[in-house]
């Protein structure tokens, strides 16, 4: 399974590609972008191909384009509430020599952090939801099944465990099938994401509950999100983004993580340019 790396750098060159106005500006042309779409697409397809995290393709959201220093990086989110000028740290996936794969977005400054609308919800949080939708599915139909065999004059001693055994089977098949149309096959993105920015537990990490508890933190000042030593410039937050997912404490980044620092680059317009039309 090939691993995520972590993009560090300032936005610059930030297309919303379903905005109308951004398609519009005159920062790049027509051409460059349709062309890094097109090759982006069948480059990225063909590195799926032979892994084991499925749906990468399909990941739902706003679709965006930019440069993070002077890697290019075309990703979707729930929402791009990033601009031109700030700093972010991107999960991503190289999929050419100078191009990424965005899965996520994290702004330090803020403690925010912003997913696909397909992903976010690890891979044993989903399974627990599905176990409980299904085993109370399941149990109503055990219950079904026992009364009506319970009015059944010719009872058979091996009822008791067929049903057991026909229970059991029902409630594996409806939690996974339950697993995967409630988008399932994401969650494993998700775990990666959530190894990649150091969180020791990211199959079971829970953006929402974090999210919940830093709303507690931020709304009282409590000092754990200001003593933070790797974002000594986060301030309180007055009014919360909506589409942002907030942690508290930033984790250690693993030492098998690749982090691709771009903070020294600066961005150069006409240098981007030219790239993107190379390529």
């Not at 993009?7 to 890094?36: C, M, Y």
């Not at 697409?41 to 990941?59: C, N, Q």
């Not at 330090?108 to 912003?114: D, G, R």
């Not at 058979?156 to 067929?162: A, L, R, V």
């Amino acid at each position: 399974m090939a691993k995520y790396s972590l993009l560090k750098g300032t936005v610059s060159q930030l297309h919303v590609l379903d905005d109308p106005k951004e398609l519009r500006s005159d920062n790049i042309g027509w051409l460059a972008l349709f062309g890094f779409m097109i090759i982006g697409a069948f480059e990225l397809i063909a590195a799926i191909i032979g892994s084991l995290t499925a749906g990468s393709i399909t990941l739902k959201g706003k679709t965006f384009y930019c440069y993070v220093g002077k890697k290019e990086v075309l990703g979707n989110l729930e929402h791009v509430s990033f601009k031109e000028g700030d700093y972010v740290e991107m999960v991503v996936k190289q999929i050419d020599s100078n191009q990424y794969q965005s899965y996520a977005v994290r702004m330090p400054q803020y403690h925010a952090l912003y997913f696909p609308r397909s992903v976010g919800v690890p891979t044993l949080l989903q399974l627990k939801f599905s176990a409980i939708i299904s085993g109370v599915m399941c149990l109503f139909a055990y219950l079904f099944l026992t009364i009506l065999a319970f009015f059944d004059l010719e009872k058979d001693p091996d009822d008791f465990i067929f049903r057991a055994i026909a229970t059991i089977i029902m409630f594996l098949l409806i939690s996974i099938i339950l697993f995967f149309l409630a988008g399932g096959r994401y969650s494993f993105i998700s775990n990666r994401i959530f190894a990649t920015l150091g969180y020791p537990k990211p199959w079971l990490h829970s953006s929402v509950e974090e999210h919940d508890r830093f709303k507690k933190l931020n709304r009282s000042g409590d000092p754990e999100l200001y003593d933070d030593p790797q974002t000594p410039e986060f301030e309180r937050i007055k009014k919360l983004d909506p589409n942002a997912c907030y942690y508290c404490r930033t984790p250690n980044i693993p030492d098998w993580v690749e982090v691709i620092d771009e903070r020294g680059y600066t961005p150069n317009l006409k240098d981007q340019k030219e790239l993107s039309i190379q390529d």
